[in-house]
């Protein structure tokens, strides 16, 4: 019996210098989003290389501007996920704000009816029969 939603296993060799940078830059990442990091890198590393090498049927322009446009649209994502996040911080802020007024209003809300409440008992203990 056969699974076919068996991923092959890709075993990719990760230098000394990505292993320390990953390692460095990404210090609170979890062992997985490290190696996916580390194999990432490595397969760009491969890849610029494997380009650099056949740039010799292209012209030097052209995988500069292949490279550039690679370049930018890992740029482009970043940005996109900053966004993202900061879009998200505006967001927490702006609740936060909010309840942080709700809470005051009904804090005060609450300081009105005790007061009213302390004046009516004060009233009603002072009243002759």
């Known amino acids: 019996m ?33 190696r996916e990091t580390k194999a990432l890198i490595e397969a760009l590393k491969r890849r610029a290389q494997t380009e650099a090498e056949s740039a010799g049927t292209l ?12 370049r ?5 994502e970043k940005l996109i996920e900053r966004d993202r996040l900061e879009h998200s911080w505006a967001v927490m802020q702006n609740e936060t704000e909010r309840n942080w007024h709700l809470l005051m209003k009904e804090i005060t809300d609450f300081g009105d009816r005790f007061q009213r409440a302390a004046k009516a008992a004060w009233e009603a203990f002072n009243t002759p029969y």
Not at 6 to 28: H, K, W, Y
Not at 62 to 69: E, I, K, P, S, W
Not at 72 to 76: G, L, N, P, T
């Open 2 to 34: 056969t699974d076919h939603n068996i991923e092959p296993v890709v075993v990719v060799e990760i230098s000394s210098q990505t292993n320390e940078m990953v390692e460095t830059e990404m210090a609170g990442e979890t062992d997985e989003v490290k």
């Open 59 to 70: 012209t030097r322009e052209t995988y500069l501007n292949a490279v550039r446009q690679a």
């Open 72 to 76: 930018e649209a890992i740029e482009r």
